[in-house]
């Protein structure tokens, strides 16, 4: 296990398995491919960068209906713990999005505040639909109700990395999730 202590905190214990994220990536996939089977154009999956792309990317390769990717950005904690609840767009989308069929891939919700702006930006741009689908979702902390309409998880108020999540850029590439705990050495 990777173990690097990083501004007063540690790897702690896994919160959610590689096998048990798999196996429930999977079973999302499949009811997204059930639900938007027959479009006439590709289902776009708009994920929010760096965080959400190990989720979108094995979503996607588990959906069995035509997708196209696309990213975007926004600012994030930096290098702090809790939210800031100030949402910036650092990359917009590159795809026209008018009239297509758009599921936002979000890793994680906390207190939904970057959703919620997300949706508002996506759905300016007139979008055939727009759905949510969010891997970990820390439904106690929110503080801007968001409508999921795939959910993997509900966790507890704990910050947690891996699977794309980080902190202070680290830990995305760890297969499983993992609690990150204050470094007390
Ligand atoms: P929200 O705007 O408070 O819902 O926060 C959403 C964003 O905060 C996510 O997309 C992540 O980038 C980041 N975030 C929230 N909780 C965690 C966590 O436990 N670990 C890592 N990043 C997190």
Known sequence: MQQAASGG???GPE???????QARVAEL???VSR???????PLILLS?????VSFATDLGRSITVPVNFDYVAVSSYGQATVSSGHVMLLKDLSMDVAGRHVLMVEDIIDTGLTTAFLFEHVQ???PASLKLCVLLDKAERRVKPVEVAYRGFTIPNQFVV?????FNEL???LAAVHVLEPDAT
Not at 48 to 52: D, E, H
């Open 15 to 21: 919160l959610l398995t590689a096998a048990a994220i």
């Open 29 to 31: 996939a499949g009811a």
């Open 9 to 11: 905190y540690r790897l």
């Open 162 to 166: 891996g699977y794309g999540l980080d």
């Open 35 to 41: 639900d938007y089977e027959g479009l006439d154009r």
């Open 48 to 52: 929010v960068l760096k965080g959400s």
């Open 171 to 173: 830990y995305r590439n």
């Open 124 to 126: 300016r741009h007139a």
